[in-house]
């Protein structure tokens, strides 16, 4: 999505007859249903006023394509300006141009961030202009077939406009970032290698043809972390960290370098699905082992580790694997302070005993605590999907302050899962009662949301997205028993009103069932899935959840018998009522969450109860 779409000449015109603020304001509000928050209305003020003294040149074309508010595709994140055209030589070539209004800052210890005021508020650490200039360019080189296959030359930049170089914004510690997006700062030479810059890139105006064509250009598929891992592990950079990811490595870098047994630290990191947590807590593993420190990914969850070990197999001795992955129960006796660092992925999951019938061990948490001169756990609260889970950011707070750990905050808020549609997250919260928030409906051209009438028809749509490269699967909530666990021939999800029988696929896969090549024939589950994505996810909605009296309503008594999950509710509910009966409600909920966020690109559902059907069309209408 662009925000403002038109040629030089255009916005000239526009900025000269009418402020500039109210057009892309406008804009705004029409592509996106919502105003724009004053700060942005005062950034595009400054900042764009500043742009057109630029571009008032006449050795700049006329029909050179202007955008505004570039939305990348994959992402929540929006490149301010950029500008389209042809070189000398007639090649396709766009310019991106990340603005700030900012006039002072201060140097990072930490690789790309810079300390500055942004948007009106106290000074906060994050990346240097220029990275993210940069780091927007690979991410629309990474997602979009239009710039991949249309051999479109983008050609990063950072525009400061109210800065008067001063050696801190362009110290030497940011040197290689500068070499990759160059940075233009206040005044008028500086505005005049801004303009030479661009001149240097576009010779040729297109009327804004490489905007069309980015902005329809169809979203190649993304890449998935497993597969990606052999190359992380030779070095190779294979997902840029942007913005808030960016930020959050590298402070969990810095605490682990610091980190003694005397002084230990715990740093908890909250985000959720899709924000990047394990694309962070991979890439973290990575470059703590290349810096000599013994670094272990850990998570209650088999089904990531599982995926991880396979596509490894073959470029790593199996020593070696294991040495770098492992499940969270296994800390019971471990060394305190043996491992300089833990990076604890979906940490939420974490339970208080270890061991097969959960009898081993204390406490998790604290296990891992003890275990490492510096933990790190990724958490999303909102992701607690059974009674036994613990690993609520509260919990691990009160292990970290006995423990006596020096105890950081950060956050994971970009989303880069379901197309990056942050409207799409909220809408869900609030469709499924989580939370209340605003958002009464999503991007629909940025995320693909179904509501069907039948098993059958959910299975072909998907079965038909997955042949595409074998990343869409079929889920459903554990509502049905899993009779082919002795009886391999029987069916477990079975709708005879449709013709729709299908067997989970709990046994034949196990950890693996995400990736296995002949898996979409048989449906998965929360415990097959958590922690993992698919380009397009398909959803089967138990009894678990309808839709009672007009009011969205969870019961627990849908819910397989074989489903460990809830194990023991029934009694729980007669010791402790009202505190069982919430638990359980906010499970469920959560369990729906989670499989309906699986999706990178889509999400199609089916209901078993035809009023929560009508209710979910309702809202995605």
Same mark, same amino acid.
């Given at each position: 999505?662009?925000?403002?779409?038109?040629?030089?000449?255009?916005?000239?015109? $526009?900025?000269?007859?009418?402020?500039?603020?109210? /057009?892309?304001?406008?804009?705004?509000? %029409?592509?996106?249903?919502?105003?724009?928050? !004053?700060?942005?209305?005062?950034?595009?003020? !400054?900042?764009?006023?500043?742009?057109?003294?630029?571009?008032? $040149?006449?050795?700049?074309?006329?029909?050179?394509?202007?955008?505004?508010?570039?939305?990348?595709? !994959?992402?929540?994140?929006?490149?301010?300006?950029?500008?389209?055209?042809?070189?000398?030589?007639?090649?396709?070539?766009?310019?991106? @141009?990340?603005?700030? %209004?900012?006039?002072?800052?201060?140097?990072?210890?930490?690789?790309? =961030? @810079?300390?500055?005021?942004?948007?009106?508020?106290?000074?906060?650490?994050?990346?240097?202009?220029?990275?993210?200039?940069?780091?927007?360019?690979?991410?629309?080189?990474?997602?979009?077939?239009?710039?991949?296959?249309?051999?479109?030359?983008?050609?990063?930049?950072?525009?400061?406009?109210?800065?008067?170089?001063?050696?801190?914004?362009?110290?030497?510690?940011?040197?290689?970032? =500068?070499?990759?997006?160059?940075?233009?700062?206040?005044?008028?030479?500086? *505005?005049?290698?801004? &303009?030479?810059?661009i001149k240097r890139h576009v010779k040729h105006g297109d009327n804004g043809e490489l905007l069309f064509k980015i902005e329809k250009g169809r979203i190649r598929p993304s890449k998935m972390l497993a597969d990606s891992l052999v190359g992380m592990l030779r070095g190779n950079r294979e997902?840029?960290?942007?913005?808030? *990811?960016?930020?959050?490595?590298?402070?969990?870098?810095?605490?682990?370098?610091?980190?003694?047994?005397? &002084?230990? !630290?715990?740093?908890?990191?909250?985000?959720?699905?899709?924000?990047?947590?394990?694309?962070?807590?991979?890439?973290?593993? @990575?470059?703590?082992?290349?810096?000599?420190?013994?670094?272990?990914?850990?998570?209650?969850?088999?089904?990531?580790?599982?995926?991880?070990e396979q596509r490894l197999k073959g470029h790593r001795r199996k020593v070696e694997i294991s040495a770098m992955f492992g499940g969270s129960g296994a800390f019971i006796d471990a060394e305190q302070g043996f491992f300089d660092a833990l990076i604890v992925d979906e940490a939420h999951r974490?339970?208080?005993?270890?061991?097969?019938?959960?009898?081993?061990?204390?406490? %998790?948490?604290?296990?891992?605590?003890?275990?490492?001169?510096?933990?790190?756990?990724?958490?999303?609260?909102?992701? /607690?999907?059974?009674?036994?889970?613990?690993?609520?950011?509260?919990? #691990?707070?009160?292990?970290?302050?006995?423990?006596?750990?020096?105890?950081?905050?950060?956050?994971?808020?970009?989303?880069?899962?379901?197309?990056?549609?942050?409207?799409?997250?909220?809408?869900? +919260?609030?469709?499924?009662?989580?939370?209340?928030?605003?958002?009464? $409906?999503?991007?629909?051209?940025?995320?693909?949301?179904?509501?069907?009438?039948?098993?059958?028809?959910?299975?072909?749509?998907?079965?038909?997205?997955?042949?595409?490269?074998?990343?869409? &699967?079929? /889920?459903?909530?554990?509502?049905?028993?899993?009779?082919?666990?002795?009886?391999?021939?029987?069916?477990?999800?079975?709708?005879?009103?449709?013709?729709?029988?299908?067997?989970?696929?709990?046994?034949?896969?196990?950890?693996?069932?995400?990736?296995?090549?002949?898996? #979409?024939?048989?449906?998965?589950?929360?415990?097959?899935?958590?922690?993992?994505?698919?380009?397009?996810?398909?959803v089967i909605i138990g009894p678990d959840l309808a839709v009672l009296d007009g009011h969205l309503a969870t019961d627990p008594s849908g819910r397989s018998k074989m489903d460990r999950s809830i194990r023991g509710w029934k009694t729980l509910m007669r010791s402790e009522p009202e505190q069982?009966?919430?638990?359980? +409600?906010?499970?469920?909920?959560?369990?729906?969450?989670? =499989?309906?966020?699986?999706?990178?690109?889509?999400?199609?559902?089916?209901?078993?109860?035809?009023?929560?059907?009508?209710?979910?069309?309702?809202?995605?209408?």
């Amino acid at each position: 999505m662009i925000v403002y779409q038109s040629t030089k000449e255009r916005f000239l015109d $526009d900025s000269e007859n009418r402020a500039i603020e109210d /057009v892309i304001a406008s804009a705004y509000l %029409q592509r996106t249903g919502r105003y724009a928050s !004053q700060a942005e209305f005062r950034a595009w003020q !400054q900042s764009l006023t500043r742009m057109a003294d630029v571009l008032r $040149d006449d050795d700049l074309p006329a029909s050179m394509g202007v955008g505004v508010e570039f939305g990348i595709p !994959q992402t929540a994140k929006r490149i301010d300006f950029i500008l389209s055209g042809e070189s000398e030589a007639r090649e396709p070539r766009v310019v991106i @141009v990340e603005l700030k %209004q900012w006039s002072s800052s201060r140097i990072s210890d930490k690789d790309g =961030l @810079v300390f500055a005021n942004r948007g009106g508020y106290a000074e906060t650490e994050g990346p240097h202009p220029c990275y993210q200039a940069w780091s927007y360019a690979a991410l629309l080189e990474g997602f979009n077939e239009a710039v991949h296959e249309g051999d479109i030359g983008l050609n990063p930049c950072a525009y400061l406009h109210n800065y008067q170089r001063d050696g801190i914004i362009d110290a030497a510690e940011y040197s290689a970032y =500068l070499e990759k997006a160059p940075l233009f700062l206040r005044g008028h030479a500086e *505005q005049q290698k801004l &303009r030479d810059f661009i001149k240097r890139h576009v010779k040729h105006g297109d009327n804004g043809e490489l905007l069309f064509k980015i902005e329809k250009g169809r979203i190649r598929p993304s890449k998935m972390l497993a597969d990606s891992l052999v190359g992380m592990l030779r070095g190779n950079r294979e997902f840029v960290l942007i913005d808030d *990811q960016k930020v959050v490595y590298e402070e969990c870098i810095a605490k682990a370098v610091k980190a003694s047994e005397p &002084r230990k !630290q715990v740093v908890i990191v909250k985000g959720g699905p899709g924000t990047g947590k394990s694309v962070v807590a991979i890439n973290l593993m @990575v470059e703590l082992t290349k810096r000599g420190l013994l670094a272990k990914y850990v998570s209650k969850n088999a089904a990531p580790r599982a995926v991880y070990e396979q596509r490894l197999k073959g470029h790593r001795r199996k020593v070696e694997i294991s040495a770098m992955f492992g499940g969270s129960g296994a800390f019971i006796d471990a060394e305190q302070g043996f491992f300089d660092a833990l990076i604890v992925d979906e940490a939420h999951r974490l339970n208080e005993k270890s061991g097969y019938m959960g009898n081993l061990g204390e406490n %998790q948490i604290k296990e891992l605590i003890s275990a490492a001169k510096c933990t790190t756990f990724f958490v999303d609260d909102d992701q /607690v999907v059974t009674l036994n889970d613990i690993g609520h950011s509260h919990e #691990i707070e009160k292990w970290a302050k006995q423990s006596g750990a020096e105890i950081s905050y950060l956050e994971l808020a970009s989303q880069f899962r379901c197309a990056g549609s942050d409207g799409y997250l909220a809408w869900l +919260d609030d469709v499924l009662r989580i939370r209340p928030t605003a958002n009464d $409906d999503f991007d629909h051209g940025s995320f693909d949301f179904r509501v069907v009438d039948s098993p059958s028809e959910l299975y072909e749509l998907i079965s038909g997205k997955n042949r595409v490269n074998n990343k869409s &699967r079929v /889920v459903a909530g554990y509502c049905w028993d899993w009779k082919s666990k002795r009886n391999p021939a029987a069916f477990d999800i079975e709708f005879p009103d449709f013709g729709f029988r299908k067997q989970w696929n709990l046994g034949v896969d196990g950890s693996l069932w995400i990736t296995a090549p002949n898996s #979409i024939e048989q449906i998965g589950c929360i415990h097959t899935c958590q922690g993992l994505e698919v380009d397009y996810v398909g959803v089967i909605i138990g009894p678990d959840l309808a839709v009672l009296d007009g009011h969205l309503a969870t019961d627990p008594s849908g819910r397989s018998k074989m489903d460990r999950s809830i194990r023991g509710w029934k009694t729980l509910m007669r010791s402790e009522p009202e505190q069982t009966r919430e638990r359980l +409600d906010r499970i469920i909920r959560n369990t729906y969450r989670t =499989l309906m966020t699986r999706g990178m690109k889509g999400c199609y559902v089916f209901c078993t109860d035809p009023a929560l059907r009508n209710y979910l069309r309702q809202r995605s209408a």
